[in-house]
C-alpha cells in the first residue's frame, strides 16, 4: 500500500486535478491521498493559502472582505466548471469557510489558523468529489476522522502519539481515501496548522501511521537535485539519499521536501520517494535508511540565508561549569531557538535565524548576557549565510573538508566559521550572504564537476 501526497503545484487547476486521478487510477496501491491547498497556474499567480491568509486580515481589521472570499471561491469554481462537475461542491466550500468566519471572527489567531486549513481542507473535498465523479470508490477523510491528534500551537503543530494508535484504523476503510495535508486537531478539537509545506508531514504521518510499504511526494520536479538549479545549470539528479542527508539538505535550503516531514517515515523506516506529477513514469529520487556510498562521499550541496551570529569571549571560558547552558537558557527565555554553537577554549559562538533578534529582543539578550555571564567581549554579526556539503560518505573519506577550503579561496569567498558535527553527515560553513551564490557554486565544482561532465556529455 502506498500513500500518495501531491502539493500545490500539483493540484494547481482542473488540468493539474485530471493528471492527478490519472496518477491514481495507475496504481491500485494508491489507496491513500494526501492533498495540499491549490498552487500557482502560472509564475505570478497567487496561491491559495496566501488568498486566505489575505481574508483572514481584512476579517481581523474588521474592513469588507467580499473581494478577498470572492477570489477564494472563484479558484475553487474555476476548476469545479473546467471538470464538469455539479456546483454542489462550490456551496459545500462557501458554507464550510463562512462557518469558520461565523465561529473564530472574534479570535484573530484561531481564525488564522482555520482559513489556512481550509485551502487543503476543501482541496481534498473536491479532490474526492472529482475521483467520485470519474466513478472511483473514494471518500474525504478529515483529520479528525483520520485520527490526526496535535499538540495546540496554532501554525507549528507536532503529532500527539495518540495520532499513531488512531491512524492504522484507516486501513480498515474501501476505496480511495483523501485526506487534507497541513493541519490535524488538538485534544481540545481545535484545528491546528504545521508549519507553511506542512502537507508534507501529514503525508508523512498518514504513511507512519498505516506503515505504508511506500510514501510518494508528487511534486513538479523529475528529482532531487544535488544543488540548487538555479544557481548551477544542469545539475545532478540524486537518485538515492537518506534520511539523515535528506534532513540536512531540507534544513539548508532544499524546497522540494519539508524538513520536518522525514521524521514519521525515518522512524518508522518506510522509503520515500519524491516524483514528478507531470511526468510520472519517471523514477524520482528516493529516501531511504541506507544507500551505497560508492565514489561519492558528498551527496548534495546546499545554502540559505538570513542567519545571524553572537559570539561571545571570555578567558578560561572552558573551565566555566554551566556557562554554555546558562547561555541558550538566555536565549531560550526570549523564545529563540538555535542552529550551531561553535565554540573554542575562551569563546563560543551561537547561530540562529535573524529574524528573532529583532532590535528590541536584541538589546535584552546583550544586556543578559553581558551581566549575568560576565563575559569579556560580545559582538552580534548580521547577514549570514549557512552553506551546507552533506554525505554519508565523508566520515570515511579523506580531504573533504580541506577541497572546501580550498574552493573557497580560489573563490575569493572569506570563510566567517566552520562547523562538522561528529558524525560528519555534513559540515557547515558561515559566509556573508552575498557570498552564497558563488560559495555553492565553487564547491559543485570542486566535488560534483567530473560527474556534471559525464551528465552534461549524455544529455548533448
Known sequence: MKVSKFGGSSVASAAKFKQVAQIIQADKERKMIVVSAPGKRYADDTKMTDLLIALAGKIQLGEDYVEE?????????????E????????????DNIDSL?????????????????????NNARLMAAYLQHLGEEASYVNPKEAGIFVSDEPGRARILELSYE????????EGILVIPGFFGYSEQGNIVTFSRGGSDITGSIVAAGVKADLYENFTDVDAIYNVDPRLVEKPCEMKEVTYREMRELSY?????????????????????????????KAKGTFIVSKRKVGDQPVVGIAGDKGFCNIHVDKYLLNREIGFGRRLLQILEDEGISYEHTP?????????????????????RVLDRIQTELEVDNISIERNLALVMVVGEGMNSSVGIAAKATEAFAKAGVN???????????????GVKADALEK????????YFNKMYSISYSSVK
Open 101 to 121: 468566519i461565523s465561529l473564530h471572527k472574534n479570535d484573530p489567531f484561531r481564525l488564522l489558523d482555520c482559513l489556512k486549513a481550509s485551502g487543503e481542507d
Open 252 to 280: 539548508a535550503g532544499f524546497s522540494v521536501f519539508h524538513d520536518e516531514a522525514l521524521e514519521p517515515v525515518f522512524k518508522s523506516g518506510i522509503p520515500v520517494c519524491v516524483k514528478n506529477t507531470n511526468n510520472p
Open 343 to 363: 565554540s573554542g577554549i575562551d569563546n563560543i559562538s551561537v547561530v540562529m535565524r535573524e529574524h528573532q533578534l529583532t532590535p528590541e529582543v536584541e538589546e
Open 439 to 446: 560559495a555553492v557554486q565553487a564547491l559543485y565544482n570542486t
Open 83 to 94: 471538470l464538469e462537475m455539479s456546483e454542489e461542491i462550490i456551496t459545500e466550500i462557501i
Open 415 to 429: 570563510l566567517e566559521m566552520i562547523n562538522q558535527g561528529s558524525s560528519e553527515v555534513s559540515m557547515m560553513f
Open 166 to 173: 488512531e491512524l492504522p484504523k484507516l486501513k480498515e476503510r
Open 69 to 81: 472570499f470572492g477570489k477564494v471561491i472563484d479558484r475553487y469554481r474555476e476548476i469545479v466548471t
